[in-house]
């Protein structure tokens, strides 16, 4: 079975602060990588699939980057609202999920 | 409004079964294939199963293998989870999560259900 691996568990920042969490799969997975942001008591919500592909509704300051094995979900400018745990998902495997909190 | 609900959760004792049901509002379930997906409190998201969207084809986490057993009523436009021989690690909300796809599968999750809660208890 693949194995996802995101860094950090957690992070904690600012409001406008650029904020990158990785994930990386123990093979290669071409561009078969989503993503989705979960916020307490709440479904997680998909945020990006294959990759860089932005879910409709999702503001543009979230994007995606990589291939292979080695990811990145990105957000431009941390707002009050990005506060909530990421996971990646590849199939039928989800990261542990990465902690974004409030400096 | 595209949306799921969830409904059968609720507290078990070890051993027992549950039966789950997931309702679409705003689409046809037949039309895509569906999953179910957990999480136990407190921790990360696992996937359980999938039916692709034809039913044609069912696929298992190996820790549910064998105990669950994904299904769709077309007649009732419904999505199921039978859970038997439950165990306390089956503890957890379960989602059920609709594939993009209408054709194979995509292997990701565009629309989730709000939960039910599932406490098994020994």
């Known amino acids: 079975d693949i194995q996802m691996t995101q860094s950090p568990s957690s992070l904690t920042a600012s409001v406008g602060d650029r904020v990158t969490i990785t994930c990386r799969a123990s093979q290669r997975v071409s561009t078969y990588l989503n993503w989705y942001q979960q916020k307490p008591g709440k479904a997680p919500q998909l945020l990006i699939y294959a990759a860089f592909s932005l879910q409709s509704g999702v503001p543009s300051r979230f994007s995606g980057s990589g291939s292979g094995t080695d990811f990145s979900l990105t957000i431009s400018s941390l707002q009050p609202e990005d506060f909530a745990t990421y996971y990646c998902?590849?199939?039928?495997?989800f990261g542990q999920g990465t902690k974004v909190e409030i400096k | 409004q595209v949306q799921l609900v969830e409904s059968g959760g609720g507290v078990v004792r070890a051993g027992r079964a549950l039966r789950l049901s997931c309702a679409p509002s705003g689409f046809t379930l037949s039309n895509y294939a569906m999953h179910w997906v957990r999480q136990a409190p407190g921790k990360g998201l696992e996937w359980v199963a999938v039916i692709s969207h034809a039913g044609s084809g069912e696929y298992y986490a190996d820790s549910v293998k064998g105990r669950f057993s994904i299904s769709r009523d077309s007649s009732k436009n419904t999505l199921n989870l039978q859970m038997n021989s439950l165990r306390p690690e089956d503890t957890a909300i379960y989602y059920c999560a609709r594939d993009p796809s209408v054709a194979g599968l995509r292997w990701y999750f565009d629309i989730w259900g709000r939960g039910t809660l599932v406490t098994v208890s020994s």
């Open positions: 998902q590849q199939g039928r495997t």
